[in-house]
Structure formats: C-alpha cells, structure tokens
C-alpha cells in the first residue's frame, strides 16, 4: 500500500456538535435531541500537531486492519513506534503502510492474507511516524 503525503494543517478550529447518544447500528432507537459538548476534529484526531500529517493510503494491503485504498490518514511522528502499531515507513525508497511487527522478527506486516511480509534490516528502518486514525468516505453505493 503506497502513500501520498499531504501538508494541510490548519490552525483554525471548527467546533461542531457531539451528541450524548450513541447511534445503534442495528435496530433504531428513539433520539434524544441533546448536545453533549463540542466537538473539534483536531482536538480528536490531533495529539501532538507540529508532529502530525495527513498522507492518503493507496492499494488494498491494509483492508483488513479497516485501511481502504484513498482513506486520508492521520499520522504522528511525536509517538514512539512499537510491536502492533500502524505506520508509515520507507522501503526501497518508497513510503509504505504496514503492521509493525518486532518479534519473533522485525517485519512490516500487510494487513491482507494476499500480501507477504516485508521483513527488513533494523538499521535500514525508516519509520516517518505512527497511524492514529483513518479517515474514509462512505459509499453512496
């Protein structure tokens, strides 16, 4: 899965409503019309923002960690990486997302039973930071 960094960090914020009910995803429920707090997505999505990015995911080696090809991911490079994590990383000079994995082997792991393990040389390891969120568009299907 390759992917397209895009630099477009803003400092201004977009307070929007965050309700107090969950939304059922299977049988309906009646809705209550409170507001809880606001919401800002930077505020959600963003920890640490001098160190945050935006890249877009291509290709379908992520699918089953819930990575679509053209999700927007949010990525921190002020986390420290380690066993399990998702991140961005530079193979053969390209930057990849994959699984992290540091035992039994050091290797960058698809997440889809079709791709193989990228296994790699710690000292030739680039990580450029740590997936936090993934962010898709639904389909209108």
Do not use: W
Not at 25 to 33: E, K, N, R
Not at 35 to 44: M, S, W
Not at 82 to 101: M, N, P, Q, W, Y
């Amino acid at each position: 899965m390759k992917a397209e960094i895009i630099t477009a960090i803003t400092t201004s914020r977009l307070q929007l409503p965050l309700f107090s009910d969950t939304c059922a995803a299977g049988f309906p429920s009646p809705a209550q019309d409170y507001i809880e707090a606001q919401l800002d997505l930077n505020d959600f999505c963003i920890r640490h923002p001098s160190a945050t990015y935006f890249v877009r995911a291509q290709g379908e080696s992520m699918v089953e960690a819930g990575i679509l090809s053209g999700d927007l991911l949010v990525v921190d490079r002020a986390l420290t990486p380690s066993h399990g994590d998702t991140v961005i990383a530079a193979v053969d000079g390209e930057f990849t997302v994959k699984r992290l994995c540091t035992h039994p082997q050091l290797c960058l792991q698809p997440m889809n039973s079709a791709y193989s393990p990228i296994f790699v040389d710690p000292d030739e390891l680039d990580i450029f930071g740590v997936v936090t969120h993934a962010i898709h568009t639904l389909d209108k299907g």
